[in-house]
């Protein structure tokens, strides 16, 4: 039983690709025919798009200098393969289909943002999906507006987080050691191999975002219960020495 | 040995701190080794972390009974038809090819603490220079008047999961409309403490999908209330309304016997009869910690707070259900929690890493109907006498429908997690 394996063919019928066996002509006229699917007939309007992508901001830039952070910048996305940023930490599931022939285009893109963990089994993306057609189609619209920008010179290197955001832990460098030990709390529902299953992926993690993410909890800015509960006892240092560790690690 | 004074252990510390005075690893010949009993939630981990961490520097054996686990946790899942018994069954090849340990399968039957040797059921021994207890729970049977291990064959306890759970869901999903079901509940202290009311969820929701809504389920229970008793009770109100009836003792007056010749279970005020009698007992710690001394008068093992060290035995420690964890509840969480504390501090003893400050945690998950899930958690820290709550959360009733389906799609994502963290991945 390998559902990968069906999901697989699924998706490489639907993007008109067959990896390694097309050449570029026919890739770009398959890509052509697929925008042209009666399905996508619908307008997306990239003005609502905007409003839709407040929901993915927190972890995806995208246009004029866009960074990575808890997810790649989205800058050239249309006509990429998957997992290509040079730098970022995918899973190894994102990747390997990047390597068999997924392209993000407008169906590819739908289709893994309806339901990002059954397009992409092993996706590190914390994302339950977007049910709604519409709103898909206009952020769609919205990210192939900007995603033509481009990106900043070095987007992995970390970027514009305000330190004061994430408290005193922002300024001291952790000790992933320490944070190893402490990491045993969190391995117990969050997946040390990245997987997102239901519970966010923390793996690789950059620091700024990593470090805000727990001082939000900790301050109650952020609302989730166990998380609230995780963070309420941890200090400074014992903060710090998670982002260290979690940023240490490669999804597999 | 019944028990060890403080004042004794205290000496039998001073004495072992002498021999420790060199390294443990310095002056053993060969590696130092760490024996678990019990593949469970605690000790699985337990095996895992200490091979995991300490590498080459430790031989690492983890003794069951069982080739297969099947998590408690979850079951009751199963028991509603969200899952397969197979998605919660799990096995030890990936403890032994992926981090070297050395699985044993077979029956733990007592420990010679004096020769520091596991003596197996067979007869062979293994020796340990640490020991890590992981038994879990035994059902005091008795503990509810006419009922025994054979009577558990007609009304099951279901609450060691394996064949049980399945005897159980058999028992369910024959039951027709109109029929009654009667759960006695356990009292206090017990493994997983929503657990039966989850279960009766569970069980009402099979009878609900079947339009089955005259059936009955009826709980006789010794405590007068339980874990997270207004939650249950608003769902059941909420999507079973006329199917789960509760007693408390105030009601039923106390239970004088149960009768599976008849499916009666008689209590001072009235007898009930079932179609279906699911009697969860009393319960101790696995057999084998009352056999090597581990166990005080409670049943259960008491510990260092600390470490999860027995408090009779210094090469011993006690995790899971089997162990007294202060406020900590018996969960698998929680074991798996203990175990990690365990394992540092075994290594600590044997390789002499660096063992840090003791810190534990829990949250249990609970399903009332699809998509309608909530939990209960706590962190826990050391103190002199116990291991104490320091915060701690709980679902609230009245909540949208949107957090409680998040829920339990975060208990979902739990089990992938724990698991992994369990048996390795």
């Not at chain 1, 050449?23 to 309007?45: H, I, Y």
Request: hydrophobic residues 35%.
């Amino acid at each position: 039983m390998t559902p990968t394996g069906r999901r697989r063919s699924k998706w490489i019928a639907q993007s008109g690709l067959f990896a390694g066996r097309l050449n570029v002509r026919t890739m770009v006229l398959a890509s052509c025919l697929t925008l042209s699917a009666p399905a996508l007939a619908q307008e997306g309007d990239p003005a609502k798009g905007e409003k839709v992508f407040q929901a993915c901001k927190s972890c995806h830039q995208v246009g004029a200098e866009a960074r990575n952070g808890v997810g790649p910048h989205l800058d050239g996305l249309f006509e990429r393969k998957a997992g290509a940023i040079e730098g970022f930490k995918y899973s190894s599931a994102m990747k390997k289909l990047g390597e068999d022939g997924l392209v993000w285009n407008d169906f590819t893109l739908d289709q893994y943002l309806e339901k990002p963990r059954d397009y992409v089994p092993g996706t590190r993306m914390s994302f339950r999906g977007m049910k709604d057609k519409q709103d898909r189609t206009d952020v769609i619209a919205y990210l192939k507006a900007l995603s033509q920008e481009a990106p900043a010179a070095d987007p992995t290197a970390s970027g514009t987080a305000r330190p004061e955001i994430g408290g005193a832990a922002m300024h001291l460098e952790g000790d992933p050691e320490y944070g190893e030990y402490l990491s045993s709390e969190c391995v117990t529902c969050h997946q040390i191999s990245g997987r997102a299953d239901g519970i966010p992926s923390i793996i690789g993690w950059p620091r700024e975002p990593f470090i805000r993410a727990l001082f939000e909890y900790k301050t109650n800015v952020r609302s989730h219960q166990v998380m609230q509960n995780m963070t309420v006892n941890l200090g400074n240092e014992e903060i710090a020495a998670l982002a260290a560790y979690f940023g240490s690690l490669d999804p597999q | 040995m019944p028990g060890i004074s403080r004042r004794t252990f205290g000496m039998l510390m001073g004495a072992g701190a002498t021999t420790l005075a060199m390294p443990y690893y310095a002056r053993a010949q060969g590696k130092p080794r760490a024996v678990v009993i019990g593949g469970g939630a605690g000790g699985a981990t337990a095996a895992r972390y200490m091979a995991k961490d300490a590498g080459e520097d430790l031989d690492v054996t983890l003794i069951e009974a069982n080739p297969k686990y099947t998590t408690c946790f979850f079951s009751n899942l199963y028991l509603g038809g969200y899952r397969d018994f197979d998605s919660i069954t799990h096995g030890y090849d990936t403890l032994a090819s992926n981090y070297g340990i050395s699985v044993v399968n077979g029956m733990a039957d007592s420990v010679d603490r004096d020769a520091k040797e596991v003596v197996m059921a067979d007869g062979s021994k293994v020796p340990y220079d640490r020991l890590i207890v992981a038994p879990g729970i035994d059902l005091i049977y008795d503990s509810v008047p006419g009922y025994s291990e054979e009577a558990a064959e007609i009304m099951p306890h279901s609450w060691k999961a394996g064949p049980q759970t399945q005897l159980l869901k058999a028992k369910l999903d024959a039951i027709e409309n109109g029929q009654q079901i009667v759960m006695v509940a356990p009292p206090n202290p017990y493994r997983c403490p929503p657990g039966p009311y989850e279960r009766v969820s569970m069980m009402a929701h099979v009878l609900k999908e079947k339009g089955f809504t005259d059936a009955k389920i009826i709980i006789i229970d010794p405590k007068p209330k339980f874990s997270k008793q207004g939650l249950f009770t608003e769902g059941w109100e909420k999507h079973y309304p006329g199917m789960i009836e509760w007693y408390g003792p105030d009601v039923h007056g106390g239970i004088k016997s149960v009768n599976p010749a008849t499916g009666e279970v008689e209590t001072d005020f009235d007898t009930f009869k079932g179609e279906l009698v699911n009697v969860i007992p009393a319960q101790k710690a696995g057999m084998i910690a009352a056999r090597t001394g581990l166990a005080n008068e409670s049943g259960f093992c008491p510990i260092d707070p600390k470490s999860m060290r027995s408090s009779a035995d210094e090469n011993i420690f006690v995790i899971g259900d089997a162990s007294i964890a202060g406020d900590m509840p018996k969960s698998g969480f929680s074991a798996n929690s203990q175990a990690k504390v365990a394992a540092m501090a075994v290594r600590g003893d044997l390789t002499g890493s660096k063992v840090f400050p003791a810190k534990y945690s829990n949250t249990c998950w609970s399903l009332i109907e699809t998509n309608d899930g909530v939990k209960v958690g706590a962190q826990y820290a050391p103190t002199d006498e116990k291991i104490a709550s320091t915060s701690s959360f709980i679902s609230q009733t009245g909540e949208d429908e949107a957090l409680r389906q998040a829920t339990y799609e975060e208990s979902v994502g739990w089990y992938k997690g724990i698991t992994a963290d369990i048996f390795g991945a």
